[in-house]
T-cell receptor, first 116, second 113 residues
Framework: GESVGLHLPTLSVQEGDNSIINCAYS??????FIWYKQESGKGPQFIID?????DKRQGQRVTVLLNKTVKHLSLQIAATQPGDSAVYFC???????????????FGQGTILTVHP | DADVTQTPRNRITKTGKRIMLECSQT?????MYWYRQDPGLGLRLIYY???????NKGEISDGYSVSRQAQAKFSLSLESAIPNQTALYFC????????????FGDGTRLSIL
């Protein structure tokens, strides 16, 4: 999972395996969450999002799970490929509807390495 | 995201110089943001703007200023650069509606000697 500090958590998997990246968020008022992928030399790229009225959301090869009870978010990547190697960030928005602040608070990131 | 363009992509400059980083977007979004990323850390918000007449400080605004010249343009200035402002800077945009993802440019790598 993600943690504060200079050394990012790392996850190494074999091509074809499933990957699970975890994130603990801090703000119980957050009701919108996003996962980003950042490749070397590029900006963060949107992967998938979820609102707090949902527990699970699926995309293409990715699934996000939200557990509000323990303030935990996870990203599952099915059949991981070498091109999935990147740093993955979770982000939370304190309030998604009504008078939304529109600001995101980012986690520290997890380095995913996929071995052929 | 090619719809969010940052210039320059790389910049090396000296302590005390004034520097401007520019961001333009073709997404038609009202909201624009400037972030800083340091090695091993997540992104930290410097300034954000919800429309042309709106400017707000983020968590690390000291030493920086911004200008929202138009809906599509948001620039970040370092009035007198110092070495600890060496970092990767990202611009992002999002739709006016709440609960929408932010879309990022590919960043400006800034080195201050």
């Amino acid at each position: 999972g993600e943690s504060v500090g200079l050394h990012l958590p790392t996850l190494s998997v074999q091509e074809g395996d499933n990957s699970i990246i975890n994130c603990a968020y801090s703000n119980s008022a957050s009701d919108y969450f996003i996962w980003y992928k950042q490749e070397s030399g590029k900006g963060p790229q949107f992967i998938i999002d979820i609102r707090s009225n949902m527990d699970k959301r699926q995309g293409q090869r990715v699934t996000v799970l939200l557990n509000k009870t323990v303030k935990h978010l996870s990203l599952q990547i099915a059949a991981t490929q070498p091109g999935d190697s990147a740093v993955y960030f979770c982000a939370e928005n304190p309030k998604a509807g009504g008078t939304s602040y529109g600001k995101l608070t980012f986690g520290q990131g997890t380095i995913l390495t996929v071995h052929p | 995201d090619a719809d969010v363009t940052q210039t320059p992509r790389n910049r090396i400059t000296k302590t005390g110089k004034r520097i401007m980083l520019e961001c333009s977007q073709t997404k038609g979004h009202d909201r624009m943001y400037w972030y800083r990323q340091d090695p091993g850390l997540g992104l930290r918000l410097i300034y954000y703007s919800f429309d042309v007449k709106d400017i707000n400080k983020g968590e690390i605004s000291d030493g920086y200023s911004v200008s929202r010249q138009a809906q599509a343009k948001f620039s970040l200035s370092l009035e007198s650069a110092i070495p600890n402002q060496t970092a990767l800077y990202f611009c992002a945009t999002s739709d006016l509606a709440g609960g929408q993802p932010q879309h990022f440019g590919d960043g400006t790598r800034l080195s201050i000697l």
